[in-house]
């Protein structure tokens, strides 16, 4: 079994910054690949950004140059550096980890920016 545990949400004002946490235990390989969505009211989840265990990186474009994905293997970790938040970023956001087309995700944390 796989354990995904989120951690950094919170409320902060636009132009802010937070760094999100996952924390996975279980049956957690270095070589699935890991990842951020968001659901905010109202919307279907969406893809965020992915990390793939050779390091290369996906983004949504509405983030890139603003948010960093990034994972330590030796503590089945994954992070997200969030920077310069809008409003529109308000959603909860869940930790991804896919491996051999298995899908496990955490319970999610809520990330709120206010204007």
């Known amino acids: 079994q796989v354990q995904l545990v989120e951690s950094g949400g919170g409320l902060v004002q636009a132009g802010g910054s937070l760094r999100l946490s996952c924390v996975g235990s279980?049956?957690?390989?270095?070589?699935?690949?890991m990842g951020w969505y968001r659901q905010a009211p109202g919307k279907q989840r969406e893809l965020v950004a992915t990390?793939?265990?050779?390091?290369?990186?996906n983004y949504v474009d509405s983030v890139k140059g603003r948010f960093t994905i990034s994972r330590d293997n030796a503590k089945n970790t994954l992070f997200l550096q969030m920077n310069s938040l809008k409003p529109e970023d308000t959603a909860v956001y869940y930790c991804?980890?896919?491996?051999?087309?298995?899908?496990?995700w955490g319970q999610g944390t809520l990330v709120t920016v206010s204007s």
């Open positions: 991804n980890y896919r491996i051999l087309s298995n899908d496990y």
């Open positions: 279980g049956s957690i390989s270095r070589l699935g690949a």
């Open positions: 990390i793939r265990s050779g390091g290369s990186t």
